[in-house]
T-cell receptor, first 112, second 114 residues
Framework: QKEVEQDPGPLSVPEGAIVSLNCTYSNSAFQYFMWYRQYSRKGPELLMYTYSSGNKEDGRFTAQVDKSSKYISLFIRDSQPSDSATYLC????????????FGQGTTLQVKP | KAGVTQTPRYLIKTRGQQVTLSCSPISGHRSVSWYQQTPGQGLQFLFEYFSETQRNKGNFPGRFSGRQFSNSRSEMNVSTLELGDSALYLCASRSTGAPQETQYFGPGTRLLVL
């Protein structure tokens, strides 16, 4: 069983929809939770990060962490065709090792 | 500031050969991490270098190695290539003292092993 599970999709939504992306994890040592966006043929780009539990909002993006359920989410409001990409969740333990554990990634398509 | 650069962008090798990939971090960043991305396994951590020292290593065979130079540039080497080594190899850099979640990725080197 992988430490981080993420539904690979693909997920297809109409423009303007609210998108919900989720990951579950098994390692209770994880303290930092990130969401990356990866366009085709590009490297991952950091979108959001959260330390421990709670919510964080940045424009159209909201990240939620529920450590009691070992579950994290990314919500995208008013989705745009330019949001079409692969979204990767990533996590790390508090020890400063430079090591991120990634989910498989969810492919999102936003149709005009 | 220039981003993380990786060279070459594309490589084709045959089984048994070896390959060296290069990564130049963002100016001032001293930590460089390497990852392998494949459709089946996703993004997997290879190793991290800081101030020319390997600080952490993932679960990859010894054929995968790396090093970091005094200017923070890093190279990774894969010896005796296997078909399964075909992947996108990504490096990421982070500034000293910054939380490890603030890793900035390069565009990757796409390696095809025939």
């Amino acid at each position: 069983q992988k430490e981080v599970e993420q539904d690979p999709g693909p997920l297809s939504v109409p423009e303007g929809a609210i998108v919900s992306l989720n990951c579950t994890y098994s390692n209770s040592a994880f303290q930092y939770f990130m969401w990356y966006r990866q366009y085709s043929r590009k490297g991952p780009e950091l979108l959001m990060y959260t330390y421990s539990s709670g919510n964080k909002e940045d424009g159209r993006f909201t990240a939620q962490v529920d450590k009691s359920s070992k579950y994290i989410s990314l919500f995208i409001r008013d989705s745009q065709p330019s949001d079409s990409a692969t979204y990767l969740c990533a996590m790390s333990a508090i020890s400063n090792t430079g090591k991120l554990i990634f989910g498989q990634g969810t492919t999102l398509q936003v149709k005009p | 500031k220039a981003g993380v650069t990786q060279t070459p962008r594309y490589l084709i090798k045959t089984r048994g050969q070896q390959v060296t990939l290069s990564c130049s971090p963002i100016s001032g960043h001293r930590s460089v991490s390497w990852y392998q991305q494949t459709p089946g396994q996703g993004l997997q951590f290879l190793f991290e270098y800081f101030s020319e020292t390997q600080r952490n290593k993932g679960n990859f065979p010894g054929r995968f190695s790396g090093r970091q130079f005094s200017n923070s540039r890093s190279e990774m080497n894969v010896s005796t290539l296997e078909l399964g080594d075909s992947a996108l190899y990504l490096c990421a850099s982070r500034s000293t003292g910054a939380p490890q979640e603030t890793q900035y990725f390069g565009p990757g080197t796409r390696l095809l092993v025939l």
